[in-house]
């Protein structure tokens, strides 16, 4: 029963929106710097582990918010060699790139199923409730749903059962 909904979430999944996908190479790198510094600052921020961090990267066009989101991002995974900043390795669960040039990419519609979908295959533990809660309601899958509802349903009520 949960694998007819592990699957229906897969394919409501966006491939290729993680990061590190063939999508989103070659990843953007700008790292000496002020660039390495804001990435060595975010990184830390992210690591205090006394705080739940928000953090919004905003800037002009071309100005490294992407280089510095990917940058993060491998870190976080473990991709990089670690620094003097690294305390934990391994936190990315899941990403999302959003793209003008892709339709599932350039919305909101699948971005909580997808991260959803990442958080199961890296934690196996919250399968069954993300099953469970798509058994419950069967439109959270639907693009068109309220993110709320999705937000709360398929990413926050599982990661609380962590």
Known sequence: ???????KLSHVSVKGAEYDSRECQPHPRR???PWL???NCVYGLLDDREKNRLIWLHGAAGAGK??????IAE??????????????????????????????RSTTGYF???LAYQLACTYHSIREDT???????????DPDKSLR????ALFLQPLWKL
């Open 37 to 39: 510094d804001l990435t």
């Open 31 to 33: 790292l000496e710097g």
């Open 66 to 71: 992407s280089a510095v989101a990917f940058n």
């Open 131 to 141: 099953a469970g809660s798509i058994m419950e309601n069967p439109a959270l899958l």
């Open 149 to 152: 509802d999705q937000m709360e």
């Open 75 to 104: 870190r976080m995974k473990g991709h990089l060699r670690p620094t003097e900043y690294d305390t934990i390795e391994k936190r990315l669960a899941g990403s999302f790139v959003f793209s003008h040039k892709h339709t599932k």
């Open 1 to 7: 029963m949960i694998e007819d909904f592990w699957e």
């Open 112 to 114: 909580f199923a997808t």
